[in-house]
């Protein structure tokens, strides 16, 4: 398989055209945007969490930006819900870079990973769980 | 406009002088369609600037051995070049600076701490570079003056009818604007622009960094009082800019970088200032780069602007004639005889990072992004474009397979 292939197959192209998880959810119990400096993509998040305060009962995002960021956030919706906020909170970026499974340079890596980390700026606002490392200083005045 | 001077550029004999346009980019020939990102560099300049190390170096306006002469010499016969090159009146008014982004912050911080306050009015474009946009807004509110903006309509060209209303906001004392803009090419009526300001009592401010490269600028016919320009997109080495200011308003500025060189002497009470253009040049100059700087511009003379401008004039009409052909592509900026060799567009449904990287595995090198030009994006409604640029190495051949690289785009998009 060429890089072209190997980077554009057809799992993340079907994730882009039809992202899984895909919307807003009203009075979410965290939610959470954040940009990617390098190119201005945009990713928003949506958390509701279940019964017990923990779980994650359901998640959606709204985003704009290139078929990686968004396939990887479309992914990333579908591989956390059913898991507790302080699993989530800290994810091991690889379990969600091997499930996008394509070979990334760094730039890319950063667009792959733009969802996970809005993601747990998210947790961070509503539990108090740890931010990522890229995230951490972000003043929480620029945290909306 | 170009003024053709029957004079045509030959492309594919330049390009003998660019080594890095002969190596393959990921084992595909190199198509690159990014010179307004940063240009690449002819042997010429390479050779001056190693000539210069080997022969004529040691720290300048200061050694007092044969050396330090010669290296000053080619420094400042690196500044006549530069004054020569924009018909300043002296080179006094010619401040070497590390890159364009220095050049407007010096001008932002030196002149604007001293003459804004509550009241002014400073002007920037929604087509600025942010190097031009985001030190005015910063001094702005560092002074208490108001800043606001000349609109551009959906084609990326300035609304100038806004002008008048504007100036009833407050006292226009600065209006910013970019000669040719860099993410959509528009080339933007400074001379008319920088008249209205002098009827205001304003100062213009011009970032020259995609006019430079490609065309001859007149300071005095220009009617601005500050131009600034950076290196690296014309040929020469990074960390090289020019900024050119009126002499009469650098002489009542204060300085801005702030050490050796620019002193004339220093005590315990007090400091006085090293005259034009040292003023402005703290510590050790990056004179290797001017003398770079100084070969790209003999370069360019000698290929000559006015066949530069046509032969890219071309390769822009080739280019928006040939993407008729994408149906699910839109080209936004200004029609062609308003524009510069840049051509910024979008691919329906298909982000510019991925129009970029797919471009990419064919060899074919674009810019995809913001392009420092976040304002016009939010204007254009868009978070992104794709662009592609032109200079006088860039053949047809290379603008055909950037057109196959898009067919492809759409294809695996489709
Ligand atoms: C229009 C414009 N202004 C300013 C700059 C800044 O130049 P530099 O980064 O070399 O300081 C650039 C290039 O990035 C530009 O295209």
């Not at chain 2, 204060?254 to 703290?282: C, H, Y």
Request: hydrophobic fraction near 40%.
């Amino acid at each position: 398989m060429n890089e072209f292939d190997a980077m554009y197959r057809e799992v993340i192209l079907d994730h882009y055209k039809n992202p899984r998880g895909h919307g807003e959810i009203e009075d979410a119990d965290a939610q959470a945007e954040g940009q990617n400096p390098l190119c201005g993509d945009e990713v928003a998040i949506y958390v509701e969490f279940g019964p017990d305060g923990e779980t994650i009962e359901d998640v959606k995002f709204r985003g704009r930006g290139c078929a990686i960021s968004q396939a990887a956030t479309s992914m990333l919706t579908e591989m956390v819900k059913g898991r507790s906020a302080t699993e989530v909170a800290s994810l091991p970026r690889d379990e969600l870079l091997d499930e996008v499974g394509i070979p990334l340079t760094p730039i890319r890596l950063k667009c792959a990973l733009l969802g996970l980390g809005v993601l747990k700026v998210a947790l961070h606002k509503a539990k108090g769980t740890p931010l990522p490392e890229e995230w951490a200083g972000v003043d929480e005045l620029q945290i909306s | 406009m170009a003024v053709s001077s029957g004079v045509k550029l030959d492309a594919r004999a330049l390009r003998a002088d660019f080594p890095i346009l002969a190596r393959p980019m990921g084992g595909k020939p190199l198509a690159y369609l990014d010179s307004s990102n940063s240009s690449q560099k002819p042997r010429q300049v390479m050779d001056a600037e190693r000539e210069y190390y080997e022969t004529s170096y040691a720290n300048v306006h200061r050694a007092l051995y044969e050396l330090g002469e010669k290296a000053t010499a080619g420094y400042e016969g690196a500044r006549e070049t530069v004054r020569a090159f924009l018909n300043a009146e002296t080179t006094r008014e010619i401040v070497f600076t590390r890159g364009a982004t220095e050049a407007l912050n010096l001008v932002a911080y030196a002149w604007g701490l001293d003459n804004l306050g509550p009241g002014d009015l400073v002007v920037a474009t929604e087509l600025e570079h942010h190097s031009n946009f985001v030190p005015w807004q910063f001094i702005a509110g560092r002074t208490g003056a108001e800043f606001a903006v000349v609109p551009a309509n959906e084609h990326g060209e300035l609304e100038l009818e806004a002008l008048d209303e504007l100036a009833a906001r407050g006292t226009v004392k600065v209006v910013a604007v970019g000669y040719v803009n860099n993410s959509l090419g528009t080339v933007n009526p400074v001379e008319r622009i920088a008249g209205w300001a002098r009827e205001q009592g304003a100062i213009t401010v011009v970032d020259a960094c995609q006019a430079a490269p490609h065309r001859r600028i007149d300071v005095q016919a220009l009617g601005a009082d500050f131009v600034a320009f950076t290196g690296h997109k014309m040929c020469a080495p990074t960390g090289i800019g020019v900024l050119w200011g009126r002499r009469e308003l650098f002489e009542r500025m204060s300085p801005f970088g702030l050490g050796g060189d620019m002193i004339r002497s220093v005590s315990v009470e007090k400091t006085t200032w090293n005259e034009l253009p040292q003023k402005f040049e703290a510590g050790t100059p990056p004179f290797a780069q001017a003398v770079g700087l100084a070969a790209a511009i003999d370069y360019l003379e000698a290929a000559g602007f006015e066949a530069i401008e046509a032969h890219e004039r071309d390769l822009l009409e080739y280019t928006l004639g040939r993407l008729g052909e994408l149906p699910q592509v839109k080209v936004w900026g200004p029609p062609a005889e308003r524009r510069g060799g840049i051509v910024s567009f979008d691919v329906a449904g298909v982000h510019p990072h991925d129009v970029a990287q797919i471009l990419a595995y064919d060899g074919v090198a674009v810019r995809a992004g913001h392009h420092c030009t976040q304002p016009l994006m939010t204007r254009l409604g868009v978070p992104a474009t794709t662009r592609a640029s032109f200079y006088l190495y860039t053949l047809p051949e290379e603008i055909d397979r950037f057109v196959e690289g898009l067919h492809r785009v759409t294809k695996t998009f489709a």
